[in-house]
């Protein structure tokens, strides 16, 4: 199926994404991603011959929005990303993954190391797999800056739950010993690259959609609240708070935006998007706690679901680093250009 991407805008899919998503929820992780994979929403990377809609990562940043307002707990984006790295792979599996009959996820943290043989033998330890324990595949970085697809049941590969601070996408660590891959399961280092890169774009677009939600319950909180015979909003300095977070979300996606512009991101600009858009989701939604009063600390209200998302996500995306080398790259191309500069007279 091919798409006139001249006609065709990103927006155009976020309202079958909300349509899809709240049909998944309280649905079982496989049936939601079989669900997802009818409505197109896992194929848009992967090409046309796997099944995808071979589209840019711009067009996935509004459904991976959706997917964060909505609290999906499918993991979206790596099959998003997974599906489009295995077409040039292992076709059929890129297929099924596409179709959500196969449901998949990536390893953040840490790399495994590979012994050449009959098959590749896989050593090593690996985190950060997000529902890993109920998926079909797990990929994970390797040390030479490949990676390899492992499948969850196969000999030599332990799946185990790992505490996480999101208690909706449990964190797994996935332990290799001596497990047999064959050579069509490893995806050369040039497409874990464009994966690394695009998984900051979506990361970002997740923690605006976590942003958004939080912002909308509180925005409708403020406003229907009663306090001494007035609303809550009806406080001047509340409302600047108010507006000051929305100007926090408003500049991370402008960031967004022009980072998902381009076919190819820019890595500049994709970490950026993603160190503001977590930054500013992590400030929006504790202050949206705050402002809920004491029911923002319950279960009942949602709000504690999205920062530990979101704080979730920081950790994936190792932010930490990725802001400090986002500063030296900085102070270095500034310095760079002062040296170049002729002397002033």
Not at 308 to 315: I, K, S, T
Request: glycine share 10%; proline share 3%.
């Amino acid at each position: 199926m091919s798409f006139d991407t001249e006609t065709l805008t990103p927006d155009d899919f976020a309202d079958s994404a909300a349509a899809v998503m709240d049909a998944c929820a309280g649905r079982d992780l496989g049936e939601a991603a079989a669900a997802l994979g009818e409505a197109g929403m896992t194929g848009i990377l992967a090409g046309e011959a796997v099944g995808g809609l071979g589209l840019p990562m711009r067009y996935a940043v509004p459904v991976l929005t959706t997917a964060g307002a909505r609290r999906l707990e499918v993991p979206l984006l790596e099959a998003l990303l997974v599906a489009r790295a295995l077409e040039s792979v292992d076709a059929a599996l890129a297929a099924d993954v596409v179709t959500g009959g196969t449901v998949a996820t990536v390893a953040w943290d840490g790399a495994l190391s590979l012994r050449p043989g009959g098959a590749f033998r896989v050593d090593g330890c690996v985190g950060g797999a997000i529902a890993a324990t109920r998926c079909g595949v797990v990929l994970a970085a390797t040390e030479d800056g490949a990676g390899v697809l492992l499948r969850t049941g196969q000999a030599g590969v332990t799946v185990e739950e790992h505490p996480s601070l999101d208690v909706d996408r449990r964190a797994c660590i996935v332990t290799c010993d001596g497990a047999d891959v064959p050579a069509g399961r490893i995806v050369p280092a040039e497409a874990m690259t464009r994966l690394a890169l695009d998984a900051s774009i979506g990361r970002a677009a997740i923690a605006i959609g976590c942003a958004d939600a939080a912002m909308a319950m509180t925005v409708e909180h403020t406003t229907t609240r009663k306090q001494f015979g007035k609303t809550l909003a009806a406080n001047q300095s509340l409302r600047h708070a108010l507006a000051r977070q929305l100007m926090n979300i408003e500049g991370a996606r402008a960031l967004l935006r022009m980072a998902a512009a381009r076919d190819a991101a820019d890595p500049t600009e994709a970490r950026a998007a993603e160190v503001e858009a977590l930054r500013g989701a992590v400030e929006t939604v504790e202050k949206a706690i705050q402002l809920h009063g004491g029911m923002g600390f319950t279960w009942e209200v949602p709000l504690h679901r999205y920062l530990r998302w979101v704080r979730d996500l920081q950790a994936q995306g190792n932010v930490d680093a990725a802001l400090l080398a986002l500063g030296t790259d900085f102070i270095a191309a500034r310095a760079a250009a002062s040296a170049a500069a002729p002397a002033a007279l």
